[in-house]
């Protein structure tokens, strides 16, 4: 039997970014991990229905109406004002008015909320007390522990995420270090089956690297660019994205750079399909890897890339020997490992022998066996 699913995130398609100008404002991180909850859901025949806060700039200053995308069936768009606070008081009232209109003629089989934003938990919480809606967190990034969050927001978020917490049916992690008091399922990534014949090439000339990241502490732009001196191999090491990071990258004087900044997702796609090598070097050392995953990884390896990446979290686990771990988050260690790789890429037994173990992790983690134990969790849920 079809279940009907309200999934409440922040996903973003190019109607809204042209009437609210919210591209500066979209991690093209966070839309993948949306789509591909949504592509999980629907592979296990669940009816989705997509209600984005689609959050703009909070000072605009200006008001922008609600409307349903006519670029994909089942997705709505909150009303939003764009002053600090009332920004998720608008996006709250616009939601509650979505969800009472929509209940009076179907019904929903469970919520799933995108982490704990101020306004997502708030119509969890209504929902669950007026209607008896099931809850499902999709939990990552830890706001509490959000360097970038301080002072009452700090303390706001910690009381509702007591709340949430306390609600609580069922939750997507994106870790196994997370505790939740409910019914949980680790959903690291999903990944469609890989086209046959699957190509993992080795490098016959100079071998390229990507690094695409935000630019910041945390997500280990500080530790590449310190590991640059120590690596012995040349390459070109193309660097995207945007954040506090990029005078760092112009100032670092390293010939084999190549920096583009921010890019639109299809022209980083295009970038990965060029690459032989993509770089994780998010720090594990850090409160933000415990709330975390890199899902780019999946996307990495189903491109048919070698991975390098830090320790942490379950990477070392996702990864099941398909790609290089180093550790510590020293620099030293990454540059060994950025010479490992090319090393490898060089090597025809050792590229076929890393082909097969990608193969293995992408069939592991296909969006088929996502999605049957996304389903198991939402049968306990609604008490199918």
Same mark, same amino acid.
């Given at each position: 039997? &079809?279940?009907?699913?309200?999934?409440?995130?922040?996903?973003?398609?190019?109607?809204?970014?042209?009437?609210?100008?919210?591209?500066?404002?979209?991690?093209?991180?966070?839309?993948? +991990?949306?789509?591909?909850?949504?592509?999980?859901?629907?592979?296990?025949?669940?009816?989705?229905? %997509?209600?984005?806060?689609?959050?703009?700039?909070?000072?605009?200053?200006? *008001?922008?109406?609600?409307?349903?995308?006519?670029?994909?069936?089942?997705?709505?768009?909150?009303?939003?004002? @764009?002053?600090?606070?009332?920004?998720?008081?608008?996006?709250?009232?616009?939601?509650?008015?979505?969800?009472?209109?929509?209940?009076?003629?179907?019904?929903?089989?469970? !919520?799933?909320?995108?982490?704990?934003?101020?306004?997502?938990?708030?119509?969890?919480?209504?929902?669950?007390?007026?209607?008896?809606?099931?809850?499902?967190?999709?939990?990552?990034?830890?706001?509490?522990?959000?360097?970038?969050?301080?002072?009452?927001?700090?303390?706001?978020?910690?009381?509702?995420?007591?709340?949430?917490?306390?609600?609580? #049916?069922?939750?997507?992690? %994106?870790?196994?270090?997370?505790?939740?008091?409910?019914?949980?399922?680790?959903?690291?990534?999903?990944? +469609?089956?890989?086209?046959?014949? *699957?190509?993992?090439?080795?490098?016959?000339?100079?071998?390229?690297?990507?690094?695409?990241?935000?630019?910041?502490?945390?997500?280990?732009?500080?530790?590449?660019?310190?590991?640059?001196?120590?690596? /012995?191999?040349?390459?070109?090491?193309?660097?995207?994205?945007? @954040?506090? @990071? &990029?005078?760092?990258?112009?100032?670092?004087?390293?010939?084999?750079?190549? *920096?583009?900044?921010?890019?639109?997702?299809?022209?980083? +796609?295009?970038?990965?399909? #060029?690459?032989?090598?993509?770089?994780?070097?998010?720090?594990?050392?850090?409160?933000?890897?415990? *709330?975390?995953?890199?899902?780019?990884?999946?996307?990495?390896?189903?491109?048919?890339?070698?991975?390098?990446?830090?320790? !942490?979290?379950?990477?070392?686990?996702?990864? @099941?020997?398909?790609?290089?771990?180093?550790?510590? #988050?020293?620099?030293? /260690?990454?540059?060994?490992?950025?010479?490992?790789?090319?090393?490898? +890429?060089?090597?025809?037994?050792?590229?076929?022998?890393?082909?097969?173990?990608?193969?293995?992790?992408?069939?592991?983690?296909?969006?088929?066996?996502?999605?049957?134990?996304?389903?198991?969790?939402? #049968?306990?849920?609604?008490?199918?």
């Amino acid at each position: 039997m &079809e279940r009907t699913i309200l999934y409440v995130t922040n996903y973003y398609r190019e109607d809204v970014i042209a009437q609210r100008h919210s591209e500066p404002f979209i991690s093209q991180a966070g839309q993948n +991990k949306g789509r591909y909850i949504m592509d999980v859901l629907a592979q296990g025949k669940n009816q989705v229905l %997509v209600w984005s806060n689609a959050w703009t700039g909070s000072r605009s200053f200006r *008001f922008y109406r609600g409307f349903a995308s006519k670029l994909q069936e089942n997705l709505y768009y909150s009303s939003i004002l @764009g002053i600090p606070f009332f920004n998720a008081v608008s996006c709250y009232l616009s939601s509650r008015r979505f969800l009472k209109h929509y209940l009076k003629d179907h019904t929903l089989d469970a !919520m799933i909320i995108y982490n704990m934003r101020l306004e997502n938990s708030l119509l969890a919480l209504y929902a669950k007390k007026h209607y008896g809606i099931p809850l499902i967190l999709q939990y990552e990034d830890g706001l509490t522990t959000d360097a970038h969050i301080g002072g009452w927001k700090r303390l706001v978020y910690g009381r509702m995420e007591k709340k949430v917490f306390a609600a609580l #049916d069922g939750a997507f992690l %994106v870790n196994s270090r997370i505790k939740v008091p409910c019914e949980a399922v680790v959903i690291r990534g999903a990944m +469609k089956a890989l086209p046959e014949p *699957f190509l993992f090439a080795p490098v016959t000339k100079k071998p390229k690297l990507l690094f695409a990241s935000t630019l910041d502490t945390q997500r280990g732009i500080d530790v590449l660019l310190e590991a640059l001196p120590y690596t /012995k191999e040349d390459f070109i090491l193309t660097i995207t994205g945007r @954040g506090e @990071g &990029e005078e760092k990258i112009r100032a670092c004087g390293d010939q084999r750079i190549r *920096f583009l900044g921010y890019l639109d997702y299809e022209t980083y +796609k295009k970038e990965l399909a #060029d690459a032989d090598i993509c770089i994780n070097a998010q720090l594990a050392n850090h409160a933000f890897a415990e *709330f975390s995953f890199p899902s780019k990884i999946y996307e990495y390896l189903s491109a048919g890339k070698l991975v390098i990446s830090s320790d !942490m979290a379950d990477v070392e686990e996702a990864l @099941g020997g398909a790609g290089i771990v180093y550790h510590d #988050d020293a620099p030293e /260690k990454l540059a060994e490992a950025i010479d490992r790789a090319i090393a490898l +890429k060089r090597d025809d037994a050792a590229n076929e022998r890393q082909r097969e173990r990608i193969l293995r992790v992408v069939e592991e983690n296909s969006i088929g066996r996502v999605a049957e134990k996304v389903n198991q969790l939402l #049968d306990k849920v609604s008490g199918r």
